[in-house]
């Protein structure tokens, strides 16, 4: 999570580069057309010559450019430039500008017509000589508008993978960055565990590229992760099998049935271990594994040791060229967790995977506390989160779930110190599910909410300063039974802010799952509220 000083919204899309390798900083992931040509001798760039007779592509294979409406950014650099003309094409040829001179181009590119292939085209015309480096193609359509940017100053992002623990402390090693500790509280990330074993899945088509995910195998258990797959039946394609002997293995699926290991490696899973598993295949259908976790530390990517075949495999295995699933098949035990799925680098949530057989639990990538012991999330003091000014309003906004609401209070986002200086946002079992904001001793108060039934809620409390405050549940404004004057209230304090329980005191901790949650330094109209739900529930 980023606090930030300056007032300046640093904001994180929840998506990443769908390019693959594009730095060129190795000769391969991309087919090279006539007069291009990717290698050392060209510092890490792609360079075309000039040789070719007509327009020729530079193209990579296996990025999804759909549907109709959604929006792409494009950056590159051109240098070595000295004739002809360039441009970027995604999906089935939507074009981006065309380019001719040395220089960083950055585009916006939105999806108008239905698509059909899965490229990415570096496109140089006949007479294009020169050199194209560090192209970069993201999915910004979720992307907060630069209008809900504005005033942003606090911004906890969906938890990410390898943390690190002590006997007290685990520490987010998110690559956004943490200013905060948390303190007993579990990460959760967006995943599927197993009940009863069985078969879940989720629609991707990339067959080529690259897969990561966190894996927890429960003891002697059999698990298979079906990374490309021609249907939701296990099939055809490629699976990794998790074994219960603590071997790792890569296998082709022919008509439903084993049919060739690729490679093996023994004693590297552990039962009841955290790891994170990548693997790549390049467009020369060669595979490669590699893991993180465990003995391996989660510092570095270890390439796994086969012990029979080869890894990278040395075959050019090219059975299956097409894909339409992610596959998870548990065939033994139960407690088996799968989770942070990214391919190509790009977040795909297994929250809302379909269970075909068997039993699974499903969670959103979010922090999990427990009312027992007292689990927090402590930030360090700022005084923009602490509302100091009697003048300054604003908005604070998460995703809840919670377990049990036991006790009178539930503490969700607190700043006030025993004076009962600062600001809270909580809930209130008295008031049947309710939802509170105090601001000092004036509490604005909403009850009889549908938010006691252990699903996932988008709530938002606002404060205008010169009038009172509003509370929000699922992107629509609540009937209230207090609603007091926030005019003139001093809210000053010197105390670190928390979430998930009291700032000063080690009660009314909150029981359940918070996730992204984000305070700005002004009013969200009731409008900017209901845009921001519908473009955050599909993660929940």
Same mark, same amino acid.
């Given at each position: 999570?980023?606090?930030?000083?300056?007032?300046?919204?640093?904001?994180?899309?929840?998506?990443?580069?769908?390019?693959?390798?594009?730095?060129?900083?190795?000769?391969?992931?991309?087919?090279?057309?006539?007069?291009?040509?990717?290698?050392?001798?060209?510092?890490?760039?792609?360079?075309?010559?000039?040789? !070719?007779?007509?327009?020729?592509?530079? $193209?990579?294979?296996?990025?999804?450019?759909?549907?109709?409406?959604?929006?792409?950014?494009?950056?590159?650099?051109?240098?070595?430039?000295?004739?002809?003309?360039?441009?970027?094409?995604?999906?089935?040829? @939507?074009?981006?500008?065309?380019?001719?001179?040395?220089?960083?181009?950055? %585009? %916006?590119?939105?999806?108008?017509?239905?698509?059909?292939?899965?490229?990415?085209?570096?496109?140089?015309?006949?007479?294009?000589?020169?050199?194209?480096?560090?192209?970069?193609?993201?999915?910004?359509?979720?992307?907060?508008?630069?209008?809900?940017?504005?005033?942003? @100053?606090?911004?906890?992002?969906?938890? %990410?993978?390898?943390? %690190?623990?002590?006997?007290?402390?685990?520490?987010? &090693?998110?690559?956004?960055?943490?200013?905060?500790?948390?303190?007993?509280?579990?990460?959760?990330?967006?995943?599927?565990?197993?009940?009863?074993?069985?078969?879940?899945?989720?629609?991707?088509?990339?067959?080529?590229?690259?897969?990561? *995910?966190?894996?927890?195998?429960?003891?002697?258990?059999?698990?298979?992760?079906?990374?490309?797959?021609?249907?939701?039946?296990?099939?055809?394609?490629? &699976?990794?099998?998790?074994? /219960?002997?603590?071997?790792?293995?890569?296998?082709?699926?022919?008509?439903?049935?084993?049919?060739?290991?690729?490679?093996?490696?023994?004693?590297?899973?552990?039962?009841?271990?955290?790891?994170?598993?990548?693997?790549? $295949?390049?467009?020369?259908?060669?595979?490669?594994?590699?893991?993180?976790?465990?003995?391996?530390?989660?510092?570095? #990517?270890?390439?796994?040791?086969?012990?029979?075949?080869?890894?990278?495999?040395?075959?050019?295995?090219?059975?299956?060229?097409?894909?339409?699933?992610?596959?998870?098949?548990?065939?033994?035990?139960?407690?088996?967790? @799968?989770?942070?799925?990214?391919?190509?680098?790009?977040?795909?949530?297994?929250?809302?995977?379909?269970?075909?057989?068997?039993? *699974?639990?499903?969670?959103?990538?979010?922090?999990? *506390?427990?009312?027992?012991?007292?689990?927090?999330?402590?930030?360090?003091?700022?005084?923009? @989160?602490?509302?100091?000014?009697?003048?300054?309003? *604003?908005?604070?906004?998460?995703?809840?779930? &919670?377990?049990?609401?036991?006790?009178?209070? &539930?503490?969700?986002?607190?700043?006030?110190?025993?004076?009962?200086?600062? #600001?809270?946002?909580?809930?209130?079992?008295?008031?049947?599910?309710?939802?509170?904001?105090?601001?000092?001793?004036?509490?604005?108060?909403?009850?009889?909410?549908?938010?006691?039934?252990?699903? =996932?809620?988008?709530?938002?409390?606002?404060?205008?300063?010169?009038?009172?405050?509003?509370?929000?549940?699922?992107?629509?404004?609540?009937?209230?039974?207090?609603?007091?004057?926030?005019?003139?209230?001093?809210?000053?304090?010197?105390?670190?802010?928390?979430?998930?329980? $009291?700032?000063?005191?080690?009660?009314? /901790?909150?029981?359940? !799952?918070?996730?992204?949650?984000?305070? =700005?330094?002004?009013?969200?109209?009731?409008?900017?509220?209901?845009?921001?739900?519908?473009?955050?529930?599909?993660?929940?």
């Amino acid at each position: 999570m980023k606090i930030n000083k300056d007032n300046t919204a640093k904001i994180r899309i929840d998506t990443s580069d769908l390019v693959t390798n594009g730095d060129f900083a190795t000769d391969t992931d991309w087919s090279e057309g006539t007069g291009w040509d990717i290698g050392v001798t060209h510092a890490g760039k792609a360079n075309c010559d000039g040789s !070719q007779t007509g327009s020729s592509n530079l $193209r990579q294979t296996g990025v999804v450019i759909s549907p109709v409406g959604k929006t792409y950014k494009i950056k590159y650099t051109i240098s070595n430039y000295s004739a002809g003309t360039i441009r970027i094409g995604l999906g089935a040829y @939507i074009w981006a500008t065309i380019q001719s001179a040395n220089k960083t181009y950055t %585009e %916006e590119l939105t999806v108008v017509d239905a698509d059909s292939t899965d490229n990415i085209y570096i496109q140089a015309n006949v007479d294009f000589v020169g050199s194209i480096d560090n192209i970069e193609v993201v999915d910004i359509t979720n992307a907060i508008t630069p209008k809900l940017q504005k005033g942003l @100053i606090l911004d906890m992002p969906l938890a %990410e993978p390898y943390t %690190e623990a002590n006997d007290t402390i685990t520490k987010d &090693r998110t690559p956004q960055g943490n200013d905060g500790t948390v303190s007993g509280a579990t990460i959760k990330y967006d995943g599927l565990v197993d009940t009863v074993g069985g078969v879940a899945y989720i629609n991707q088509d990339k067959a080529y590229g690259t897969w990561e *995910f966190d894996v927890n195998k429960h003891d002697n258990a059999n698990v298979y992760i079906h990374f490309i797959s021609d249907d939701s039946s296990l099939s055809n394609g490629y &699976r990794l099998g998790l074994r /219960a002997t603590e071997n790792i293995q890569l296998d082709v699926i022919t008509n439903g049935t084993f049919d060739k290991t690729l490679f093996a490696a023994t004693s590297y899973i552990s039962a009841d271990t955290d790891y994170r598993i990548k693997i790549t $295949r390049n467009l020369a259908n060669h595979f490669t594994t590699y893991i993180k976790g465990g003995v391996f530390g989660w510092d570095d #990517w270890t390439e796994v040791v086969e012990s029979t075949g080869a890894n990278p495999t040395t075959t050019n295995d090219d059975d299956y060229t097409t894909s339409t699933n992610f596959i998870v098949q548990a065939v033994t035990n139960v407690g088996n967790k @799968i989770s942070n799925l990214k391919i190509n680098g790009k977040r795909h949530s297994l929250n809302k995977a379909t269970v075909s057989t068997g039993t *699974f639990t499903t969670t959103a990538g979010a922090y999990d *506390f427990d009312t027992a012991t007292d689990e927090r999330i402590t930030l360090p003091y700022s005084s923009e @989160i602490a509302m100091g000014s009697d003048t300054q309003d *604003f908005t604070i906004s998460m995703w809840i779930q &919670r377990d049990d609401l036991a006790g009178a209070w &539930r503490t969700l986002f607190d700043t006030r110190d025993d004076n009962n200086d600062g #600001w809270e946002f909580l809930l209130q079992s008295a008031f049947n599910g309710g939802l509170s904001i105090r601001i000092g001793t004036s509490d604005i108060d909403a009850s009889n909410l549908a938010i006691a039934d252990n699903e =996932w809620h988008h709530i938002v409390g606002v404060v205008d300063r010169s009038d009172t405050a509003s509370l929000y549940v699922d992107g629509v404004e609540v009937s209230y039974t207090k609603q007091t004057s926030t005019s003139g209230i001093t809210l000053s304090t010197s105390i670190d802010p928390v979430i998930g329980a $009291r700032a000063y005191a080690t009660s009314e /901790a909150f029981d359940g !799952q918070i996730s992204n949650l984000k305070v =700005w330094n002004r009013v969200l109209s009731a409008s900017d509220i209901s845009y921001l739900y519908s473009k955050e529930v599909n993660k929940y």
